[in-house]
């Protein structure tokens, strides 16, 4: 069974870069055909997708965020990494990856989530 | 970006209540709507995908249904691990968006 666990620092001040890694067990990075997602949750709100990736192709990023986010995959850790440049408090939410399990159909359904990662922006 | 709007945003039942929750597409997303519940401090689990097909391991009380902009999230015989908010998703076009959540509460 497939499990996601994010990591990465708490706390991020200002203006700083802000890096998730998530790590996948149970199954590996390159098998299947899923897009690897970034999605987030300000507290006391709702759901926003960050971005996907496939293991081999392009990635895509939410609009609002395409300027100052990037998301990768290390095959050789069977991790999927993010980084989003230039926080701001408005960044401050519960970051979760998970797998995209329709990328055939074009993407969008979710069926394995990590915990989640609390990051703080603040100084 | 395609807006997704859920309703009520809360809803008080008792267990062993039918409860349906009702979500809006901007516009006409075919039958490209999955459905979430998030209990409080979890992430959120997949529940319904492509309108109306159970993810497995979900039990059957829940049922979703609709196509082009109005869907429904029933739950048929409410038990005490449902009460939870939550959320419809269109994953017909990107940015794929999620509705407000609707927060289910024990009356």
């Known amino acids: 069974q497939v499990q996601l666990q994010e990591s990465g620092p708490g706390l991020v001040k200002p203006s700083q870069t802000l890096s998730l890694t998530c790590t996948i067990s149970g199954g590996s990075i390159s098998g299947g055909d899923y897009y690897w997602t970034w999605i987030r949750q300000p507290p006391g709100k709702g759901l926003e997708w960050i971005g996907h990736?496939?293991?081999?192709?392009?990635?895509d990023y939410h609009p609002s965020l395409k300027s100052r986010v990037l998301i990768s995959v290390d095959s050789t850790k069977n991790q999927f990494s993010m980084r989003l440049t230039s926080v701001t408090a408005a960044d401050t939410a519960v970051y979760y990856c998970a797998r995209d399990t329709s990328i055939l159909a074009g993407g969008g359904t979710f069926d394995v989530w990590g915990q989640g990662k609390m990051v703080i922006v603040s100084s | 970006d395609i807006q997704m709007t859920q309703s009520p945003s809360s809803l008080s039942a008792s267990v062993g209540d039918r409860v349906t929750i009702t979500c809006r597409a901007s516009q006409g997303i075919s039958k490209y709507l999955n459905w979430y519940q998030q209990r409080p401090g979890s992430a959120p689990t997949l529940l319904i995908y492509a309108a109306s097909s159970l993810q497995s391991g979900v039990p059957s009380r829940f049922s979703g249904s609709g196509s082009g902009t109005h869907f429904t999230l029933t739950i048929s015989s409410l038990q005490p691990e449902d009460f939870a908010t939550y959320y419809c998703?269109?994953?017909?076009?990107?940015?794929?968006?999620f509705g407000q959540g609707t927060k289910l509460e024990i009356k």
């Open positions: 998703q269109q994953s017909y076009g990107t940015p794929q968006t």
């Open positions: 990736i496939p293991y081999s192709g392009n990635s």
